[in-house]
């Protein structure tokens, strides 16, 4: 008689994770449940929020009889995800937490966690993705520590596990699965990822799981909740005092407590004054925010950016780009938002440019460049480079029409090159 394979089970205390981990069960596996603490966090009462959370996750297990286990990756979260986000927002840039968490916690501490430790044969999520592999095919791959460094084994013959994008496409979470590795991709189950959000409510409340099913569906940062955000960053950075400047005409409108408050695209508060503004530039020179009047102000969008190096989760960059050094695909830089046509260029480096068919609003530094491929997510890059806005190279066209017409000798005039 075979002995039932065993997934282990990454439980938050929500509802998703507890439907997988049903899901599972009854699928015949060994099912073992363990929940992350990633960080000590009140709520609004001085509660904390993490252990009713676990309380939660171990009333899962209860009700589907299965162990329970309660791991701690405070310190991890703090050196690897926390830090790095207070870095990021120190530079001005805009991170993605939870694209880190991924990488670094899910799908590093906990699958080695799950596979060393308690034995598992895979492990399992309540995100809403998929693979290109069947159950079966997952607890086919073994798992080989490799060698670390720039360039895998050339020899090493591996068939690429494939992310694909969730049945829900409004629930979809490949965005937040776009930089794990093809190691820990292939031994990890998304159970979820033919259902829809409506039918996972449907499987909770018809098995005994509605304490779960109440709960709020988290959103944001998991570290911040329901604070003000100004107040919670100026815990651990100092404060920068600057000035927020009009990008039409360059008045000063009021000040701020710091330019890395601020991401493009965001309403600024700005005291004293009733109608919106929005952030266009952050300089980080002189600390002071230009803003625009209007939500759609021209100098809030951009068509051409430049990532770092790109995380494939093939391990490898598309064979069409390789070859071409170009390639057609889609982007997004937010969860949720449209996927945008773009042309992607490689450098020698491993990072490329990305060229949007139609300029898009509020790119900003610091977040993370998703790239697909009908539905396969094909990785991510972090954006490092903006390339001008809209408002810019037409103010550059304006000044060069300007100083070409004021000349008494258009020909003593030479060529005005526009922002690169």
């Not at 990785?379 to 903006?386: A, H, N, Q």
């Amino acid at each position: 008689m075979q002995v039932a394979r065993h997934v282990v089970c990454a439980l938050s205390g929500g509802v998703d994770s507890a439907v997988a981990a049903l899901l599972l069960r009854r699928r015949g596996y060994q099912v073992t449940g363990v929940f992350m603490k990633n960080w000590d966090s009140l709520d609004e009462h001085g509660v904390c929020t993490a252990d009713k959370d676990c309380e939660d996750a171990y009333r899962v297990c209860k009700v589907l009889d299965i162990p329970f286990h309660q791991v701690s990756y405070v310190k991890e979260y703090w050196n690897d995800v926390f830090s790095d986000f207070l870095n990021e927002y120190e530079k001005g840039r805009t991170p993605n937490p939870d694209i880190v968490c991924n990488k670094r916690i899910k799908f590093s501490c906990f699958f080695h966690y799950a596979v060393d430790n308690l034995g598992a044969d895979a492990v399992a999520t309540g995100h809403y993705a998929r693979t290109s592999l069947e159950d079966e095919e997952v607890f086919q791959q073994k798992h080989i520590k490799r060698p670390e460094g720039l360039f895998r084994n050339r020899f090493e013959v591996r068939s690429v596990v494939k992310l694909l994008q969730a049945a829900d496409s409004f629930k979809d979470q490949t965005f937040f699965l776009s930089q794990v590795s093809q190691d820990a991709l292939r031994r990890t189950l998304f159970p979820l990822g033919g259902l829809t959000k409506d039918f996972v409510k449907k499987i909770a409340a018809e098995n005994r799981l509605h304490h779960v099913l109440q709960k709020k569906e988290s959103m944001g940062i998991c570290f911040i909740g329901k604070r003000n955000f100004e107040n919670f960053i100026l815990q651990y950075l100092q404060p920068r005092p600057g000035k927020f400047i009009s990008i039409e005409d360059s008045r000063v409108l009021g000040t701020h407590k710091g330019w890395f408050l601020y991401t493009l695209g965001q309403r600024a508060n700005i005291g004293g004054l009733h109608e919106p503004w929005f952030v266009v530039e952050k300089d980080s020179a002189t600390g002071d925010v230009l803003v625009a009047p209007r939500t759609d102000h021209p100098a809030l969008y951009r068509d051409l950016l430049r990532t770092n190096r790109v995380h494939w989760i093939a391990e490898e960059p598309p064979t069409a780009l390789v070859r071409d050094k170009m390639m057609e695909c889609h982007f997004r830089f937010r969860h949720q938002m449209a996927l945008v046509p773009c042309v992607l260029t490689l450098n020698q480096d491993g990072t490329v440019w990305v060229t949007a068919v139609k300029a898009v609003r509020a790119l900003a530094l610091g977040q993370f460049a998703v790239f697909y491929k009908g539905e396969e997510c094909l990785g991510s890059g972090k954006i490092m480079r903006l390339g001008p806005s809209a408002y810019t190279l037409q103010r550059g066209r304006s000044k060069s029409r300007a100083a070409t017409e004021g000349s008494s000798d258009a020909h003593d005039v030479g060529p005005v090159s526009g922002p690169c």
